[in-house]
């Protein structure tokens, strides 16, 4: 049973009791990410997640690293468009220490100038790496095409001229100002009873942030192209469709929608472009839900001299889908694998206290196995293509990453 807990301040705990483990994964949801960052400060959010790692006014980053390997326990954090967290898992009997540990980096970080120095370098690095990947510039890229200047085209990672800008000051005010304590949401999952919320609240009831307002302007969809030329052995492809936003009623006839044109082995995109054709290694097609939008992106990567046919192969099968529509089969089988994989997330601790932090974060409530059970099985034959007909039109934006750094005819 999860239940939520209130602080005075505003912040959220949501808490899950699972006496049948030994464990406990704990995790700080902040919901703030590249999407609200201004254009000259893009990538301070990384950034200050990275920093979290870097030292407190009582343990270095060495110790923060050894606090944690010390109980044979994990701690980590991520960055997304819209939200970020800090979590660790830990045996039961060491949760507090974990808790401490977490509100500590939470609270104390230094952001001295030496760890600052040698952060900005690591991320440089990982901006490095990162531009090595062609396979994932082109979902940075089909970003960009399609929100244009819009914070949700900003990468993550931000950019070296920006990193170079940031500060301790920068960092301090940043949090001041985004990580109030209504944007922040506790999730505990896994072995300890309820008095563990008063021991959270005990470190987190009190604080009090900026009172900045926040001013978050709706995405627009753009149809539109943008081509990087870059050396490598294979033309990287991206299409981009309008989607829709988290917690939309229509949101699981989607996600069985995606699972049939591109979300598994048994696919149309995989059997067709890799098992009939042979055109790529890697094809498939997923969807992204924010706020107020979301977005169905198809990727695949073949050999530049391939690429119209490969284009033309995706075309085909969305036409395909559009004009006779799925089965009944294929949404039968769709259905029980969504099931199958909800049943077995619920087996770690850590996904549960992801699930019901995002939940709290991003929708503010949660709902019971039954109830989401419920709601696959009743996505239809008829919604599904109803859902079909209205996202793939010919309202998609493409990105490319190719050798010759040009898009075929047939891609305008």
Known sequence: MIKKY???????????????????????????????????????????????????????????AEAFDSIGGQVNAFTSKEYTCYYAKVLD?????????????????????????????????????????????????????????HPLGYPILGKEET?????????????????????????????????????????????SGGNKTRTENIPTFHKSHLVRKKETEQAHLCLGFEGLPIGHSDIYDLIVLNNILGGSMSSRLFQEVREQRGLAYSVFSYHSSFKDTGLVTIYAGTGAKQLNQLFETVESTLDSLKRTGVTSKEVQNCKEQLKGNLMLSLESTNSRMSRNGKNELLLGKHRSLDDIVEEIDNVTIDNVNRLSQKIFTSKFSVALVSPDGKLPKNLI
């Open 6 to 64: 209130t602080c005075q301040n505003g912040l959220r705990i949501v808490h899950e009791e699972i006496p049948t483990v030994r464990s406990v994964a704990i995790g700080i949801w902040i919901g703030t990410g590249s999407r609200n960052e201004g254009i000259e400060i893009n990538g301070i959010s990384h950034f200050l997640e990275h920093m979290f790692f870097k030292g407190t006014k009582t343990r270095n980053a060495r110790e923060i």
């Open 93 to 149: 009997n060491h949760a507090q220490f974990a808790l401490d540990t977490l509100a500590d980096m939470f609270f104390n970080s230094t952001f001295v100038e030496d760890e600052l120095i040698k952060e900005k370098n690591v991320v440089y690095e990982e901006i490095k790496m990162y531009e090595d990947t062609p396979d994932d510039i082109v979902h940075d890229l089909l970003s960009k095409a399609i929100y244009e200047n």
């Open 163 to 207: 990193l170079e800008t940031f500060t301790g000051q920068t960092l301090k005010q940043y949090m001041h100002d985004m990580y109030t304590p209504d944007q922040v949401v506790i999730s505990v999952a896994g072995n300890v009873k309820d008095s563990f919320i008063q021991q959270i609240e005990s470190l987190f009831g009190s604080y």
